[in-house]
């Protein structure tokens, strides 16, 4: 459902929007996904190798940020790409192959696209003078294998303040409740609780990071789903 912090969610809650996300992909696309991307909390667990690597059928783990020290060091030594060991008691059965990004998140140079980026167009039209696409991809290969990968992401610039900011949103998006009664189809629903919770693990959400109107509608929908549950505990023990 989102992309989840690592550090302020409780690992429950992390399975949770997982599922939920993978769930409606297999729905609406009958696809199961096979790669982790995580490519912007800031700061990676164990707990993301373990459960949320290998475990639910991933082969392969990317992520964007750490330290800006370890960067410049496994890129000295071209060791971002790695077997990330989540767990040294579970030994193999927890190991998935992980790779850091090089430039953050950020597209490898002449690969931008954006509005006011002047990165060659891929001109796919054969009988077009200018048709590149064997070019481009030769250049494309070409700068992953040269580049090729927060904590701190700069020089004294630590994100460790997340850990205790907006308290109150991070207490109201810990789940509270052992599976919700099923999601029922005919009688009252807490899907909006299920789904509010699972977005609230957002990396810049439980994590604080966000703005203050973006928070507000966080906990609305928190708010919200919360009530449903009430009002479907309340329908089913009068029954």
């Not at 707990?47 to 800006?68: H, N, P, W």
């Not at 002047?118 to 580049?147: E, G, H, M, W």
Request: aromatic share 14%; glycine share 6%.
């Amino acid at each position: 459902m989102c992309m989840h912090d690592e550090a302020a969610p409780h690992y429950i809650d992390m399975i949770d929007q997982t599922t939920l996300g993978h769930r409606f992909i297999k729905e609406e696309f009958n696809v199961t996904p096979r790669i982790g991307w995580q490519i912007d909390p800031f700061g990676h667990s164990a707990v993301q190798a373990y459960l949320l690597g290998a475990e639910v059928g991933f082969d392969s783990l990317f992520f964007g940020r750490i330290d800006y020290q370890d960067k410049a060091k496994r890129k000295n030594e071209k060791s971002l790409e790695v077997i990330w060991q989540g767990s040294k008691s579970l030994g193999s059965s927890a190991q998935i192959f992980a790779c850091a990004f090089p430039r953050n998140y950020e597209p490898p140079s002449g690969f931008d696209f954006e509005v006011d980026d002047y990165s060659p167009i891929v001109q796919d039209d054969i009988n077009l003078f200018d048709y590149n696409v064997q070019k481009r991809v030769d250049d494309f290969v070409a700068c992953y294998f040269i580049t090729v990968i927060r904590y701190a992401d700069r020089v004294n610039a630590y994100w460790t303040g997340y850990f205790t900011s907006r308290p109150a949103l991070k207490g109201y998006a810990t789940r509270q409740l052992e599976f919700f009664n099923g999601r029922s189809k005919t009688g009252p629903t807490t899907d909006s609780l299920a789904d509010a919770l699972a977005i609230a693990q957002h990396h810049d959400g439980v994590s604080g990071t966000e703005k203050q109107h973006v928070a507000d509608d966080y906990a609305k929908r928190l708010s919200i789903g919360y009530k449903e549950v009430k009002t479907c505990s309340e329908c089913l023990y009068s029954k």
